[in-house]
């Protein structure tokens, strides 16, 4: 998984990891946050544990509709400042 993002200040990140669906920890790099580690709910859902120094400090959940023309993404999490964060993103597709 490669995730690039350009932040309001114009910076760019990039976040890669290649991991699978069993629980167990995998390394990150270019992010607050060096492992994760996911897992299948359902055939329509993933949940991610986001991690520093082995401690979670944050949650992605990946729903895509019985449909599957829409993708919805819920983080929520802690900042490298300590400040909550929290959001939802939805996709839809075209």
């Known amino acids: 998984m490669t995730i690039k993002t350009v932040g309001a200040d114009g910076k760019e990140d990039t976040v890669q990891s290649t991991y699978q669906l069993d ?4 390394p990150v790099t270019g992010t607050d946050y060096d492992s994760l580690s996911a897992r299948q709910v359902d055939s329509n859902t993933a949940t991610f544990t986001l991690k520093k120094a082995g401690k979670a400090v944050g949650t992605i959940r ?14 929520k999490g802690t900042t490298a400042k300590g400040e909550k964060s929290e959001s939802v993103a939805v996709f839809d597709k075209q």
Request: glycine share 12%.
């Open 23 to 26: 629980g167990k920890d995998y």
């Open 62 to 75: 990946r729903t895509v509709s019985k449909d599957g023309k829409t993708l919805t993404v819920k983080s």
